[in-house]
């Protein structure tokens, strides 16, 4: 989809921008194409520049609650310092490097309730508008997916999707915010935990898998959170057992002992934002992963529809989100 806005701090008569990005999803770390088509006005213009932003919806906790708003987290100026005459189109293609932690949104094509936008701004005559907000679709590297089918063939569920403002503590994060995805236990572990979740932290040598257990209370203890971070070689994908990795890594997980009183039960893992560690069911709440021989696949179960994920989505293309940024990147 590609929206069109008149620049508005220009009024009518101003140019217009239309931006239109490579169509499919691509990898962190992988290379985001499109072209910015420009249409003068009714005059000429000086066109000082055009940044594409990278745009994520993302939760913040609060000691009162929870709220929702944008940051952008990366900037990327694609051109300026020309002349636009009147009614003149002008295409400015562009090519440029997602951060190696951007979150996936999708998995095998199903989107997971993320919403990650491209935004422009256009610099005209000393004024600054933001134009088109077009949705990024992003897939999983290899070795994430890798992770994530081995879930699935073990009979773990995908429940949620979420993007945390906030760090995880003793990791190499870069982002402020990062992604969790909230998966239900298989039979074999349902005994013992409620829910296990799981972020990636990309780079361009492999990956940080963080795991956190929601471990289950017995009759004679408390349920505790465990947490453990474990890593990735992006080269490991072809040559790993992935279903014994993974289960080795539930078991150490699991097994960890219980920190002594005095030390934090996270040690230098736990995700410090500073705010307590809580989680909602966000829009992908109404989708399951099925298990199987073709690994994790995201269906809809329980009487919800895909519309209405795609509506929340939705809401955060059309509504406007500027005065709720803040700028988590660099200007390239």
Same mark, same amino acid.
């Given at each position: 989809?590609?929206? $069109?806005?008149?620049?508005?701090?220009?009024?009518?008569?101003?140019?217009?921008?239309?931006?239109?990005?490579?169509?499919?999803?691509?990898?962190? *770390?992988?290379?985001?194409?499109?072209?910015?088509?420009?249409?003068?006005?009714?005059?000429?213009?000086?066109?000082?520049?055009?940044?594409?932003?990278?745009?994520?919806?993302?939760?913040?906790?609060?000691? /009162?609650?929870?709220?929702?708003?944008?940051?952008?987290? &990366?900037? &990327?100026?694609?051109?300026?310092?020309?002349?636009?005459?009147?009614?003149?189109?002008?295409? =400015?293609?562009?090519?440029?490097?997602?951060?190696?932690?951007?979150?996936?949104?999708?998995?095998?094509?199903?989107?997971?309730?993320?919403?990650?936008? =491209?935004?422009?701004?256009?610099?005209? %005559?000393?004024?600054?508008?933001?134009?088109?907000?077009?949705?990024?679709?992003?897939?999983?590297?290899?070795?994430?997916? %890798?992770?994530?089918?081995?879930? *699935?063939?073990?009979?773990?569920?995908? $429940?949620?999707?979420?993007?945390?403002?906030?760090?995880?503590?003793?990791?190499?994060?870069?982002?402020?915010?990062?992604?969790?995805?909230?998966?239900?236990?298989?039979? $074999?572990?349902?005994?013992?935990?409620?829910?296990?979740?799981?972020?990636?932290?990309? #780079?361009?040598?492999?990956?940080?898998?963080?795991?956190?257990? /929601?471990?289950? #209370?017995?009759?004679?203890?408390?349920?505790?959170?465990?947490?453990?971070?474990?890593?990735?070689?992006?080269?490991?994908?072809?040559?790993?057992?992935?279903?014994?990795?993974?289960?080795?890594?539930?078991?150490?997980?699991?097994?960890?002992?219980?920190?002594?009183?005095?030390?934090?039960?996270?040690?230098?893992?736990?995700?410090? &934002?500073?705010?307590?560690?809580? &989680?909602?069911?966000?829009?992908?709440?109404?989708?399951?992963? %099925?298990?199987?021989?073709?690994?994790?696949?995201?269906?809809?179960?329980?009487?919800?529809?895909?519309?209405?994920?795609?509506?929340?989505? *939705?809401?955060?293309?059309?509504?406007?989100?500027?005065? *709720?940024?803040?700028?988590?990147?660099?200007?390239?």
């Amino acid at each position: 989809m590609v929206f $069109k806005r008149l620049l508005g701090s220009l009024g009518v008569g101003g140019p217009s921008v239309d931006t239109v990005l490579d169509p499919g999803a691509v990898a962190p *770390g992988g290379v985001l194409g499109g072209q910015v088509h420009l249409q003068g006005g009714e005059a000429d213009f000086t066109v000082e520049h055009i940044t594409l932003e990278l745009v994520a919806r993302v939760e913040a906790e609060h000691e /009162d609650g929870e709220s929702e708003g944008t940051v952008v987290f &990366h900037r &990327h100026v694609v051109g300026g310092d020309f002349r636009l005459a009147e009614h003149e189109r002008r295409s =400015v293609p562009f090519s440029f490097p997602l951060p190696w932690e951007t979150p996936i949104t999708e998995l095998y094509g199903q989107g997971l309730g993320i919403a990650l936008g =491209v935004r422009t701004e256009l610099g005209v %005559a000393g004024a600054r508008d933001k134009g088109d907000l077009d949705p990024l679709a992003v897939r999983p590297l290899p070795a994430q997916e %890798a992770v994530l089918e081995a879930f *699935g063939q073990l009979g773990f569920g995908f $429940k949620s999707a979420d993007l945390e403002l906030g760090r995880v503590n003793g990791t190499g994060q870069q982002l402020p915010f990062y992604q969790e995805i909230e998966i239900t236990p298989s039979p $074999k572990y349902a005994h013992r935990v409620n829910e296990i979740e799981l972020t990636f932290l990309a #780079g361009p040598a492999g990956l940080e898998v963080v795991l956190e257990a /929601d471990e289950r #209370g017995g009759p004679f203890s408390e349920g505790r959170d465990l947490l453990a971070r474990f890593a990735v070689d992006h080269q490991d994908v072809e040559r790993a057992d992935w279903n014994a990795r993974v289960e080795e890594w539930i078991d150490s997980l699991l097994d960890r002992p219980v920190p002594h009183p005095s030390q934090d039960a996270y040690g230098d893992h736990g995700h410090g &934002h500073g705010y307590g560690h809580g &989680h909602r069911s966000g829009p992908g709440v109404g989708t399951a992963v %099925a298990a199987g021989a073709a690994g994790l696949a995201v269906g809809v179960v329980g009487g919800m529809v895909a519309a209405e994920v795609v509506d929340e989505v *939705g809401d955060f293309f059309e509504g406007d989100d500027e005065d *709720g940024d803040e700028d988590g990147g660099d200007e390239g």
